[in-house]
């Protein structure tokens, strides 16, 4: 009796601190789960966004394979040169300078999304017309170019005013070099051979030398 007296307490308590014990590690498991989610799959989406951005516009490149195609990877590529020396230039922090040894101001990431953004509404304006449809896949587009370049602020690589200059100086050299090809280099583009070679050389040329520049600063390495 003594002995069922002292262990059915003793049972009692292990069957206690067990269901504690399992709530508590339940919970745990719980807010682990919700924070990978949460942080881990934004950081995964950030890193994959220039290629991504890069992708499409090799995809756009391949599909398309004529004279508008090579102008819009020269832009591409102008688009990045142009982020990088501003960068040289305004030597602007970034918010952790830890994460990152060069400077933040303007964001490539954001300038080189919303080159492609306004690129892609302004060829859907031009090719469908404005209608409801093309009213539709703009906003996502540009909703998809703003949440992309929004990751570039809530991971700490740069502030909003970076992010926000890139954009605009993206976008407005967007709107420039889609103008000038329907200006005046489509024309010239048709009448000429030379300008067809000139286009082309240019486009490889430049292509290739940000490519040349991406390896050797690393494949990893955040622009």
């Given at each position: 009796m003594t002995v069922e007296l002292?262990?059915?307490?003793?049972?009692?308590?292990?069957?206690?601190?067990?269901?504690?014990?399992?709530?508590i590690?339940?919970?745990?498991?719980?807010?682990f789960r919700a924070g990978f989610l949460s942080d881990g799959l934004e950081y995964t989406i950030n890193k994959m966004s220039k290629w991504l951005v890069a992708a499409l516009f090799g995809a756009l490149i391949i599909w398309k394979h004529d004279g508008e195609a090579l102008w819009i990877a020269m832009g591409c590529a102008?688009?990045?040169?142009?982020?990088?020396?501003?960068?040289?230039?305004?030597?602007?922090?970034?918010p952790i300078s830890t994460l990152r040894s060069d400077p933040g101001m303007p964001s490539s990431h954001s300038q080189?999304?919303?080159?492609?953004?306004?690129?892609?509404?302004?060829?859907?304006?031009?090719?469908?017309?404005?209608n409801?449809?093309?009213v539709v896949a703009g906003v996502l587009t540009l909703s998809s170019g703003s949440y992309l370049s929004w990751l570039r602020v809530s991971n700490k690589f740069h502030t909003i005013s970076q992010v926000l200059v890139g954009a605009v100086v993206g976008a407005i050299f967007s709107a420039?070099?889609?103008?000038?090809w329907y200006a005046f280099v489509?024309?010239?583009?048709?009448?000429?051979?030379?300008?067809?070679?000139?286009?082309?050389?240019?486009?490889?040329?430049?292509?290739v030398c940000f490519l040349l520049y991406i390896f050797k600063n690393g494949l990893t390495e955040e622009l």
């Open positions: 002292i262990r059915t307490p003793i049972l009692k308590n292990a069957t206690s601190n067990d269901h504690e014990g399992f709530r590690s339940h919970r745990l498991s719980s807010e102008m688009n990045c040169w142009l982020a990088i020396a501003l960068k040289n230039i305004l030597n602007h922090k970034r080189s999304i919303f080159f492609g953004v306004l690129f892609v509404i302004l060829s859907m304006v031009k090719y469908v017309g404005l409801g449809n093309t420039l070099w889609f103008q000038a489509l024309q010239a583009f048709t009448a000429s051979f030379g300008v067809r070679i000139a286009v082309f050389l240019g486009s490889a040329s430049l292509c």
